[in-house]
Nanobody, 127 residues
Framework: QAQLEESGGGSVQAGGSLRLSCAAS???????MGWFRQVPGEEREGVAA????????YYAGSVKGRFTISRDNAKNTLYLQMNSLEPEDTAMYYC?????????????????????WGQGTQVTVSS
């Protein structure tokens, strides 16, 4: 069973940067991995996804050009580099993983497509 643990969240001012990390068990090698975020009272939304080899990536329109998803399979770690942060990016960010399907990195990641989740890390962006 895959295990995931996020880190790297924090508080920054608008325009700043953060890099989130997700330490994954070796069980996730070859899996599709993604980042999601959730604001209290709202549904969890997909932010980005990456295929097993790291080449196929897909981003939500609201973060495209500002966020970069990547993975280091040798370290079993998923990353989300977040630049030009905006107050609207404030949310709990979650790492997710599941067995690869051809949809991975081709469409916006959907919560229902991921079985394994981390506990989340809070990102707060002040104006």
């Amino acid at each position: 069973q895959a295990q995931l643990e996020e880190s790297g969240g924090g508080s920054v001012q608008a325009g700043g940067s953060l890099r989130l990390s997700c330490a994954a068990s070796a069980y996730t090698l070859g899996y599709c991995m993604g980042w999601f975020r959730q604001v209290p009272g709202e549904e969890r939304e997909g932010v980005a996804a990456v295929g097993p080899g790291g080449r196929n990536t897909y981003y939500a329109g609201s973060v495209k050009g500002r966020f970069t998803i990547s993975r280091d399979n040798a370290k079993n770690t998923l990353y989300l580099q977040m630049n030009s942060l905006e107050p609207e990016d404030t949310a709990m960010y979650y790492c997710a993983a599941d067995r690869y399907t051809p949809r991975c990195g081709v469409i916006l990641p959907r919560e229902a497509d991921f079985a394994y989740w981390g506990q989340g890390t809070q990102v707060t962006v002040s104006s």
